[in-house]
């Protein structure tokens, strides 16, 4: 595992960590296969100089894609769906909403096979450690209202207020 550290993107602060503990290698010995474990966003950059792979490259590309209006650009990164069953099911369901959209708690529900779990599913938004890149923000109260965020609703609305702009 790799914490790659803080990486700055419109005011917004990530930290990223990724799975080393099972890489393939190409011709030249370097990465291919490493997966996003946990992204975070964070308050204080941390300035320290980071070697990057073509792996980590390929994060931060999309992640700077991401920021600079292709809401897509994180859809090829590959993610470690960690959980049940049920968990990894309204995961890989979150990472179907396109950027620039919404969908209700029940909606997710419903997207994920669970018509009736709505309440699970936003726990299952709440425990999300790899936020933008499995877009819990895009996640929203039924009435319309944008609910909670563990960042924050004022950094959720700067996240959907991004995406819309690019829509």
Request: glycine share 8%; with cysteine; charged share 20%.
């Amino acid at each position: 595992m790799i914490e790659i550290g803080f990486i700055s993107t419109q005011s917004l602060n990530l930290r990223i960590t990724l799975d080393t503990t099972q890489p393939g290698t190409d011709a030249a010995g370097s990465p291919t296969s490493w997966s996003v474990l946990q992204l975070e966003i964070v308050s204080t950059p941390n300035h320290r100089k980071v070697t990057l792979s073509k792996q980590m490259e390929m994060v931060l590309k999309g992640i700077l894609a991401w920021s600079h209006g292709n809401p897509q650009a994180l859809d090829v990164l590959a993610v470690n769906l960690e959980g049940t069953e049920f968990q990894r099911k309204v995961l890989a369901s979150m990472r179907l909403i396109p950027g620039g959209e919404t969908r209700s708690y029940s909606e997710l529900a419903s997207l994920s096979g669970f018509p009736d779990a709505h309440r699970a599913v936003a726990s299952v938004c709440a425990r999300n450690k790899v936020p933008l890149i499995i877009p819990c923000h895009r996640i929203i109260k039924a009435d319309g209202s944008i609910g909670n965020y563990f960042y924050g609703s004022a950094t959720k609305a700067k996240l959907l207020k991004m995406e819309a702009a690019t829509h």
